[in-house]
């Protein structure tokens, strides 16, 4: 059973944008309520609804025109819908009321005239909307945040083809179709910020479908690979390796599964990029707090998770950091592996034998050869 023995809430707030740079959020600890960037507030409906459905393929519309002034060059676009992510959850309705959107009461705030039709071969479509598990690249910016990637089109560009609209699968009904008819807004040549606002919002709060909680999930971490910062810069020059030594006894100890305590595939990598890293393993030169106590020495360890389903019980780690000071140098990797423990999710009934009763001399021992 998982019992989290510090825990810090943090906010979700997550990116709906796409071309150019894409602004990355941090998550900031905090013990209420969730919390949206001062940029932002709660996406929500805008005053124009659509007051008609998107048509089909071969519907009756305003007439072709030739050398109509938009990236295709023709008025009716077609637009085809390719889930692969989740098969059994129907998108079609979130898509049309979108293309609804713009071609009715929205399309005064495009930069073109268009209407946008369901294609009747989804092979031939001018854009395809993909619901996708992740978005890690969008434009010239690479993040791992972003929940909708669009290019944004001008008249005069000539769009790939066919125009690809990558949509986060997993949000609730109403997120997602906040995140379509944003990211199609920059598929008429709209920037962040423009109106309609606040769909033209560049960062938004959106909620996901129910996941699982973090004492429900094998490992509290969205991948069983972690990456690993260690600094131990403030340490006298000639315990510095010595302790790298104790903490890669920790960590090793974790990758051969913990006597049965963690599954196999846990693996960690190290880095030198702290702002990068799942797990941060530092030594203070100054006494630190620890969920509140101001510690002198001793350790501590602190985990910063998401509660991306806003049901109030976090859903994974997004960091955990290990603090340690005033140790002697060969009980360090106890430490840390006594820490490693909570930052996989073990409570207190669950821990390795090696951190049960772990007196000094068991600390300073070379407890990893068990």
């Known amino acids: 059973m998982f019992d989290m023995r510090v825990v810090a809430v943090v906010g979700l707030v997550l990116l709906a944008g796409c071309s150019g740079a894409l ?20 996406t929500t409906e805008t005053a124009a609804t659509p007051t008609a459905p998107a048509t089909t393929a071969g519907a009756t519309t305003t007439a072709e025109a030739e050398g109509v002034e938009n990236p295709w060059g023709k008025r009716k676009v077609t637009v085809a819908v390719w889930n692969t992510v989740n098969q ?25 005239d268009v209407t946008f039709v369901r294609a009747s071969n989804a092979y031939d479509a001018d854009v395809t909307v993909r619901l996708v598990a992740r978005i890690t690249e ?39 179709r906040q995140i379509l008819r944003h990211e199609f ?34 490992v509290p971490w969205r991948n069983s690979t972690l990456s690993v910062h260690v600094d131990v810069s403030t340490l006298p020059g000639h315990d510095r390796e010595d302790a790298r030594e104790q903490i890669q006894h920790a960590l090793d100890y974790y990758e051969s599964g913990a006597e049965g305590a963690v599954p196999s595939n846990v693996s960690f990598v190290l880095t030198s990029n702290r702002s990068a890293a799942d797990v941060r393993i530092g030594f203070p030169d100054d006494p630190f707090d620890c969920a509140g106590e101001r510690m002198r020495e001793g350790s501590c360890g602190l985990p910063w ?16 950091g290990i603090k340690l000071r005033g140790l002697d140098v060969d009980a360090v990797g106890w430490h840390v592996g006594y820490w490693l423990s909570d930052a996989m999710g073990l409570g207190e009934g669950e821990l390795p034998e090696p951190f049960v009763d772990g007196g000094r001399g068991q600390r300073q021992s070379d407890w990893w050869e068990r």
């Open 185 to 218: 807004g920059h598929v008429v040549g709209l920037d962040h910020g423009e109106e309609p606002m606040p769909t033209m919002k560049a960062i938004a709060r959106h909620t996901y479908l129910s996941q699982p909680d973090v004492a429900d999930r094998t």
């Open 88 to 112: 059994s959850r129907n998108v079609e309705p979130l898509v049309n009321r979108t293309l609804a959107y713009w071609n009715g009461n929205g399309s005064e705030y495009a930069e073109y």
């Open 23 to 42: 602004q990355e959020t941090t998550p900031t600890p905090t013990t209420g309520e969730t919390t949206v960037s001062p940029v932002d507030t709660t």
């Open 138 to 176: 969008c434009g010239d910016g690479g993040t791992d945040s972003t929940v909708g990637c669009a290019p944004k089109l001008d008249s005069w560009e000539t769009p790939d083809d066919p125009v690809r609209v990558d949509i986060v699968a997993g949000y609730s009904n109403e997120s997602t």
């Open 305 to 320: 998770v998401y509660d991306t389903d806003t049901d109030d019980a976090p859903e994974y780690f997004s960091d955990y």
